[in-house]
């Protein structure tokens, strides 16, 4: 066994390579220049742009609002903007902090602060200054450190770094001529030159969704080729296949893709600011095959007009995946009736990265499951006393994989059982080995001694035909420790009161599920990569 089966596993990824184009008939040589780029890019995360560079150099590697940078061009501006970093008067910095929407710009940086082993720390474009503020001096703490940023977030920034005037700041996307430093002056002025290549790779940082505070750091080195494998037989991608990305790049599902799409030399099709007809046109004109989205994008497509719908097919595309949120069912099944039954849903973490993918099969049995396990990874649904439960009962989120989280920045780690990591979530499987998410496990409600998983109140909530979106949190009370308030988006006319939804809710739930206030809203807070600010509606609720 101990010989078999490294074998097989080994021939079981070449058979997955080849099924998805990985593996193509190329001329050795061809596969000996791909293996060289990577290694001269300390097989990074972003080694698939060199990689595709020399396997398909003339081939569009980018097509952004500027227009189309092919994967040959993509490099030479990656060198150019590497060697510009090294000649800053300050020096190389140990740090590049990237706060930028999706373009090449954002590209460009990614790829160029990998070339010199620079740590990237991925912001979130939607941060003020303060939390900004917070980041860069946690992350940057003893190191030099430079920020690559769109012209938009020029205030933040400014506002950011008043403390810190020295700090090396570069444009990444601007629409006025007057920036002393912008990343397209730099490639243009380093042209044809190459950085000297880092002898060790730098960290990527990817932010945790933070939302209810500051965001931790959570450093990765990569994974192992199982990885790979796991996404390939799960999700139908195609090496050299247009795929539009529109999940924010910044972000670590965004960043994910952004990186695989890379890997496969799949031509990516982005835009700065996400618009969901937008997003319709670029998958019919590009013809592409993928779309990477965040869950609320799904319900901002399938809120158009039909008439504007009905100029759109979809019909190339084979997949259309979404993670970060948890995904409307009554949408999930709106979009595959009228685009086919192309959605996969992913949950991943940024500790762990792909833990489960439900695919357009699961989803039809079961709109709201998070998939069945990934290839590689185990699931352990555990209670309080680290016991596993029943099959359908609700325990604590336990996941093993071969991703590997180094821990937060801070020097902190997840909790650990037997070698499994907590996700944070509270779930349960099925008979059929579905993973359902009932939420996070600083989200149970204790009232008056009863335990309440709001998605259960929520889903009740939306299953009333007034009802768009519900959410659910609990509120700290005198009586009963906490109790519920419910925040929700009515239907176009819809003319349900509050008292008329709490009385549907008593007619499905025992009455200590019945939320105590309900507040109709135009629409739910929500950060850029479409979670649900609780922060926010605890704020409110705490008003109220």
Sequence with gaps: ???????????????????????????????????????????????????????CGDRAGLVDELGILTWRQLDRRADALAAALQALPAGQPDVVGL????????????????????????????????????????????????????????????????????????????????HPLTVEQMIEAHEGQEPRRATEKGRTILLTSGTTGTPKGASHSGGDPSVLKAILDRTPWRAEQPVVIVAPMFHAWGFSQLAFAASMACTIITRRKFDPEATLDLVDRHRATGLCVVPVMFDRIMDLPEEVLDRYSGRSLRFASASGSRMRPDVVIAFMDRFGDVIYNNYNATEAGMIATAT????????????????????????????????????????????????????????????????????????????FVVGRDDEMIVSGGENVYPIEVEKT????????????????????????????????????????????????????????????????????????????????????
């Design 360 to 435: 357009p099969r699961d989803l039809r049995a079961a709109p709201d499951t998070a998939g069945r396990p990934a290839e590689g990874t185990e699931i352990r649904i555990l209670d309080s006393e680290m016991r596993e439960v029943p099959t359908g009962e609700v325990g604590g989120i336990y996941v093993r994989n071969s991703t590997q989280f180094d821990g937060y920045t801070s020097g902190t780690t997840k909790d650990f059982h037997e070698g499994f990591m907590s996700s944070g979530d509270v779930g349960y499987l099925d008979d059929a080995g579905r993973l």
């Design 1 to 55: 066994m101990a010989i078999t089966d490294p074998l097989t596993k080994t021939m079981g990824l070449v058979s997955t390579m080849v099924r998805a184009g990985i593996i193509a008939p190329m001329r050795p040589d061809k596969y000996v220049r791909i293996a060289a780029a990577m290694q001269r890019e300390n097989m990074a995360i972003t080694s698939g742009f060199a990689g595709a560079a020399q396997r």
């Design 461 to 544: 909530l939306a299953a009333h035909p007034d009802v768009a979106e519900a959410h659910v949190l609990g509120v700290d009370d005198e009586k009963y420790g906490q109790r519920l308030e419910a925040f929700v988006v009515l239907t176009p006319e819809a003319s349900a009161t509050p008292d008329a939804l709490k009385q549907h809710v008593r007619d499905n739930l025992a009455n200590y599920k019945v939320p105590r206030a309900i507040t109709v809203l135009d629409e739910l807070p929500r950060s850029i990569t479409g979670k649900i600010s609780r922060k926010e509606l605890q704020d409110r609720a705490g008003r109220a």
């Design 99 to 178: 706060m930028a929407r999706n373009h090449r710009g954002f590209v460009d940086a990614l790829i160029a602060a990998n070339r010199i082993g620079a740590d990237v720390l991925l912001l979130n474009t939607s941060f003020a200054g303060p939390a900004l503020a917070e980041v860069l001096e946690r992350e940057g703490a003893g190191k030099s450190v430079a920020v690559i940023y769109d012209e938009e977030f020029t205030e933040t920034v400014d506002r950011a770094l008043a403390n810190s005037p020295d700090t090396t700041r570069i444009v990444a996307w601007t629409d006025t001529p007057d």
